[in-house]
């Protein structure tokens, strides 16, 4: 799955010049956590709640009304982190990972055309996961070669099992093994279980008597 087909392309944003005050108003008329800063649709930084909240005076402070009238260039994140359109979605997720952050723009020619933050990447990993979706799931502990997940996916065929998706992990113990995470379509998947202990399979999960090796 590409950026594109995730994105927000519906995008609230303000330029250098808008003040604070400004920025506040638009945040809570929109419940967004942050706004691209456009000069004529280029990008030229970026704001969250928390650059709002640390600029934001003390109602102590006697020159409070001033503070609200500063301009956003003035707090903005400059140095911005952006992404593609035709950027895969996990090499998107591993930039907020490495870079600790929770919005990403999406740029194309040099133009803002689309956002996406931490939510979007949450909602698109339960669509891909299938985990919204009525269902089981299982884990297999295989051998790190090849065709161990044909062989599991024939049992599946078998026993006439849908899949919802698959996920695969390295052993942390053993690197000569993997993990493969299926989640399907059935509410029962004993039979399917007790086959793939049949032909030698490790079934990590359910750890149900009479299943596990």
Not at 30 to 58: F, M, Q, Y
Not at 59 to 82: D, G, R
Request: aromatic share 6%; net charge negative; charged share 20%.
């Amino acid at each position: 799955m590409i950026v594109e087909q995730v994105m927000k392309t519906n995008i609230t944003v303000l330029t250098p010049e808008d003040t604070i005050q400004k920025a506040i108003e638009v945040m809570r008329a929109h419940s967004i956590r942050h706004i691209p800063i456009c000069t004529a649709n280029k990008l030229v930084g970026i704001i969250s709640d928390r650059d709002v909240k640390e600029a934001t005076p003390s109602t102590f402070n006697k020159h409070s009304v001033e503070e609200f009238k500063k301009p956003l260039k003035q707090i903005m994140t400059t140095n911005v982190i952006t992404g593609h359109p035709l950027d895969f979605v996990e090499e998107v997720a591993a930039l907020f990972y490495e870079y600790q952050i929770s919005c990403l723009p999406i740029v194309k020619e040099d133009k803002l055309v689309g956002i996406i933050t931490e939510t979007d990447l949450l909602h698109t990993l339960i669509e891909l996961t299938g985990a919204h979706q009525p269902g089981s799931h299982f884990e297999v502990k295989v051998q790190n070669k090849a065709g161990m997940l044909f062989n599991v996916v024939r049992i599946l065929n078998e026993h006439n099992v849908n899949i919802h998706s698959v996920l695969v992990y390295p052993d942390s113990e053993d690197e000569k093994y993997k993990i493969l995470v299926f989640r399907i379509q059935t509410m029962n998947p004993l039979p399917l279980l007790h086959s793939l202990k049949k032909e030698g399979h490790i079934v990590l999960w359910p750890n149900m008597p009479g299943v596990t090796s």
